[in-house]
């Protein structure tokens, strides 16, 4: 009996020596769709889901959607109707002027870099990224410069540790990569919008006051001057056509850079 229990043990001995892990492992690997060297079909659809995740971020901080909303924002409070358009109509019709303006861009991101990818044409992603990310780097590089906001980039590089004393030396292709020019660009854009905004507001404002020393000067002391205000803010809006104005001036201010490009 012992005889016969040492022999069994000897088999298995055998048998294990004789299994290679390597082999089975590459074996293993020949099964799974898409995988010849490169990344898995799983980790090609993690991937995928991982980018569709911040798309909503990439939207609203490295295109012109930031300036839409905020001087379509600072508008309707100009106007002083609360809560008129809706939200969901300030953002809506901002995200449709985005694409408006940005549609050269994204069409260019889709024919240099997305479109191969998705064709099969190129394998690379590496190769695919660098060729969807430049006309969004161009895009934001010529608002940058065409708002006369370039001091906002030298902060950020100077924050970031990276010598700032010669400007002249710098380049935006060696020296600006996308972690000092997205902030850059966010910060550009917000303070584009406000000085859009500041515009907006002044003859709104000015009706305001004269509406209100009016009211002062017939003793009517205790009527809200928006209330008699709104309805003159409204007839002077309508008149001038302001929603085609503000919507014309945002677009032209957004896409003549590229334009000039």
């Given at each position: 009996?012992t ?18 892990p390597?082999?089975?492992?590459e ?13 898995s ?7 995928l889901?991982?980018v ?9 901080l ?14 309707r ?7 008129l358009?809706p ?19 994204f ?14 044409e ?5 190769v ?10 161009e ?6 410069e065409?708002?006369g ?25 060696k ?9 850059s ?11 859009i ?9 000015v009706?305001?006051m004269?509406?209100?020393?009016l009211l ?31 919507a ?6 957004v ?7």
């Amino acid at each position: 009996m012992t005889t016969l229990l040492l022999a069994q043990a000897a088999n298995a001995a055998q048998s294990l020596e004789s299994l290679n892990p390597i082999g089975v492992i590459e074996d293993a690997s020949r099964t799974v769709p898409g995988f010849e060297g490169g990344l898995s079909s799983a980790l090609n659809i993690l991937i995928l889901l991982t980018v569709l995740t911040v798309a909503p971020s990439i939207l609203i901080l490295c295109t012109s959607f930031t300036r839409m909303v905020v001087v379509l924002g600072l508008l309707r409070q100009a106007l002083g109707t609360q809560t008129l358009p809706p939200s969901q109509v300030v953002v809506g019709l901002s995200v449709l002027l985005t694409a408006v303006a940005m549609g050269g861009t994204f069409e260019r991101m889709w024919s240099e870099g997305l479109g191969p990818y998705a064709r099969g044409e190129q394998k690379d992603q590496l190769v695919a990224w660098e060729g969807a990310k430049r006309p969004l780097r161009e895009f934001m590089i010529a608002q940058i410069e065409a708002t006369g906001n370039t001091p906002t980039v030298l902060m950020i590089l100077d924050h970031r540790g990276i010598d700032t004393s010669e400007p002249e030396q710098l380049t935006w292709e060696k020296d600006v990569d996308m972690l000092t020019l997205v902030p850059s660009f966010v910060l550009s854009e917000l303070k584009t919008a406000f000085l859009i905004g500041f515009r907006i507001y002044l003859p709104f404002l000015v009706i305001d006051m004269v509406i209100s020393s009016l009211l002062v000067s017939m003793g009517m002391m205790m009527l809200p001057p928006v209330l008699v205000s709104l309805p003159f803010k409204l007839l002077l809006f309508v008149l001038v056509d302001g929603w085609t104005l503000v919507a014309g001036g945002l677009l032209t201010g957004v896409m003549a850079p590229i334009g000039g490009t």
